[in-house]
């Protein structure tokens, strides 16, 4: 568990200079011979096949939207997910009929002081009883991943709810990003400014709070469809208990209605509806009052969740299309532990949410070079890491760049051997220079691993080469322990970030390069005694 704990409390991202602090000091000092060399390292796209799993196991958060460009072509998301009542076999009283039900959402925000806006009505008469009051809404813009602005004009997106037809089933089933789910009838739409907000109200007479409401998106659903859905079920079996209820309402979608705009993240299990209703209550003398009443429906934790992403890649670049003939089946590169054979592309196109991935291979010759190198020369590996850059003839604009990585050894499981290793060192999976600018990098550190293959007497390099397969995401941590989940626990399901980054200088496949080269490389700090 100690390893464990540690893992948890690594700095998995951060931003260096050209080498470390560790590597600086041992190649300007006088104790040894230090070198920062760079070799040539096979790089190659993985074909996700456009698909992740997607269900509510690996949803922290959830991504709506679309959003398309000239690289990738589009992507539009949608979420799908059970709900149940939050009490079954429900009395609705006599004579109930809706006012209203409100879906409520809280997608993630920015909270920098500059896009916070506050309004203050100091006259405002609260409805219910006209009471003097003070109402203070404030508004936060959603975080976008995508267009702030199309036309000239803020984007907007037409968020629609649907009721879902298929039975979702249950929620230890596995669930895959394309899955096909068959919708019914809209049950809202609404045109969603990108904002969301904060309302308090507060009575003059006392200050007490009417209403105090957290940041949120709230929209109306269709009032008819609840009155002969719900309340017209009112001690039938279908609402006697959640088995029976999921089976007869079997889900929502929530999706926008736009082919681009911008993708923006929600916690699902925060997702709720509230129908608001009115029934006869009879008083003391026969008196028949019109009282409010509420019914909750949970789509919280408990239900089957889906995030489906759907990509049109018709509308991706040709340079991205041919890529596409020289990609590794993803189920080959997890299943074997021989040999691949790969083709070197000269540009890589790693995208989140079941886009592509790619591998890094140390060749079986370099490996020899190195091993002989050790055997001979008694070279002490310092720092070895796998350097990307940013590929600006093709990936030049203000879209954010990702900050983590995730990293796997094609043949062992689970983390890297540095991970653990080397964590008292201050070791980072991934370090990125220049991140705000076209010409970022990153520096996977796999220091731990090479030095395990190089320093083995057993390791054959005439047989194995060394493959690592990246795709973007972040790791999770248990929130309480901060201990990380495992290699399977990622964001990768909802991480909307793409890049394109420099390949395999495919003029030199093997052996040194030059420092200055952009290519994908294995970057070394060795000494020598």
């Given at each position: 568990m100690i390893p464990l704990f540690v893992m948890g409390m690594l700095v998995l991202n951060a931003c260096e200079g050209e080498l470390d602090d560790l590597g600086s000091q041992l190649v300007n000092g006088n104790a040894a011979d230090g070198y920062d060399q760079a070799y040539s390292v096979i790089a190659y796209n993985i074909n996700n096949g456009d698909l992740t799993r997607a269900d509510a196991s690996k949803l922290d958060s959830v991504?709506?939207?679309?959003?398309?460009?000239?690289?990738?072509?589009?992507?539009?998301?949608?979420?799908i997910t059970q709900l149940r009542l939050n009490a079954y076999n429900p009395d609705f009283g006599t004579n109930p009929v809706i006012d209203s039900v409100v879906l409520t959402i809280k997608p993630k925000y920015e909270t920098a002081t500059d896009s916070i806006t506050t309004t203050t009505n100091e006259d405002y008469i609260y409805p219910d009883g006209s009471v003097a009051a003070k109402k203070i809404v404030t508004t936060y813009p959603v975080s976008k991943y995508g267009k702030y602005k199309l036309a000239g004009e803020k984007t907007k997106l037409t968020i629609k709810v649907n009721e879902v037809s298929d039975f979702l089933g249950s929620t230890s089933?596995?669930?895959?990003?394309?899955?096909?789910?068959?919708?019914?009838?809209?049950?809202?739409?609404?045109?969603?400014?990108?904002?969301?907000?904060?309302?308090?109200?507060?009575?003059?007479?006392?200050?007490?709070?009417?209403?105090?409401?957290?940041?949120?998106?709230?929209?109306?659903?269709?009032?008819?469809?609840?009155?002969?859905?719900?309340?017209?079920?009112?001690?039938?079996?279908?609402l006697k208990d959640a088995a029976s209820f999921i089976r007869y309402f079997k889900g929502i979608s929530i999706s926008v209605a736009e082919p681009d705009g911008y993708l923006f993240s929600m916690a699902p299990n925060d997702t709720s509806i509230t129908m608001y209703y009115k029934n006869?209550?009879?008083?003391?003398?026969?008196?028949?009052?019109?009282?409010?009443?509420?019914?909750?429906?949970?789509?919280?934790?408990?239900?089957?969740?889906?995030?489906?992403?759907?990509?049109?890649?018709?509308?991706?670049?040709?340079?991205?299309?041919?890529?596409?003939?020289?990609?590794?089946?993803?189920?080959?590169?997890?299943?074997?532990?021989?040999?691949?054979?790969?083709?070197?592309?000269?540009?890589?196109?790693?995208?989140?949410?079941?886009?592509?991935?790619?591998?890094?291979?140390?060749?079986?010759?370099?490996?020899?070079?190195?091993?002989?190198?050790?055997?001979?020369?008694?070279?002490?590996?310092?720092?070895?890491?796998?350097?990307l850059y940013n590929d600006a003839t093709i990936w030049n604009n203000k879209y954010r760049k990702p900050n983590s990585m995730l990293v796997k050894d094609r043949i062992l499981k689970g983390f890297l051997p540095d991970m653990t290793s080397l964590a008292n060192a201050g070791y980072s999976l991934l370090?990125?220079?220049?991140?705000?600018?076209?010409?970022?990098?990153?520096?996977?550190?796999?220091?731990?691993?090479?030095?395990?293959?190089?320093?083995?007497?057993?390791?054959?390099?005439?047989?194995?080469?060394?493959?690592?397969?990246?795709?973007?995401?972040?790791?999770?941590?248990?929130?309480?322990?901060?201990?990380?989940?495992?290699?399977?626990?990622?964001?990768?399901?909802?991480?909307?970030?793409?890049?394109?980054?420099?390949?395999?200088?495919?003029?030199?496949?093997?052996?040194?390069?030059?420092?200055?080269s952009k290519a994908a490389q294995l970057r070394l700090i060795f000494t020598t005694k």
């Open positions: 991504r709506i939207g679309a959003f398309s460009e000239p690289v990738f072509g589009a992507q539009k998301v949608s979420y089933d596995s669930l895959s990003s394309n899955k096909a789910i068959a919708l019914g009838a809209e049950i809202g739409s609404e045109v969603f400014n990108g904002t969301v907000n904060s309302v308090v109200i507060t009575k003059d007479s006392d200050a007490s709070e009417l209403v105090n409401r957290a940041v949120s998106y709230r929209m109306k659903l269709d009032n008819t469809f609840f009155q002969n859905k719900i309340i017209a079920k009112k001690g039938d079996q279908v006869d209550v009879t008083g003391t003398g026969g008196v028949v009052t019109r009282t409010k009443a509420e019914t909750v429906f949970n789509l919280g934790s408990g239900n089957v969740h889906l995030s489906k992403i759907a990509y049109d890649r018709a509308t991706a670049s040709d340079a991205y299309k041919a890529a596409i003939p020289l990609a590794v089946k993803s189920e080959d590169v997890i299943k074997t532990d021989t040999r691949l054979q790969v083709t070197p592309s000269e540009t890589l196109y790693p995208q989140g949410m079941g886009g592509f991935g790619f591998g890094i291979r140390i060749p079986a010759e370099t490996i020899a070079l190195l091993k002989n190198k050790y055997k001979t020369e008694k070279i002490g590996i310092v720092s070895a890491k796998i350097r370090k990125i220079g220049n991140l705000s600018t076209s010409d970022t990098y990153y520096d996977i550190g796999i220091t731990a691993s090479l030095k395990a293959i190089i320093e083995d007497e057993n390791y054959n390099p005439t047989e194995k080469d060394k493959d690592f397969i990246i795709n973007l995401g972040a790791y999770l941590t248990d929130s309480a322990t901060g201990m990380l989940l495992g290699q399977t626990n990622n964001t990768r399901a909802y991480t909307p970030y793409r890049l394109v980054l420099k390949g395999t200088d495919t003029n030199n496949t093997g052996g040194p390069i030059d420092l200055k």
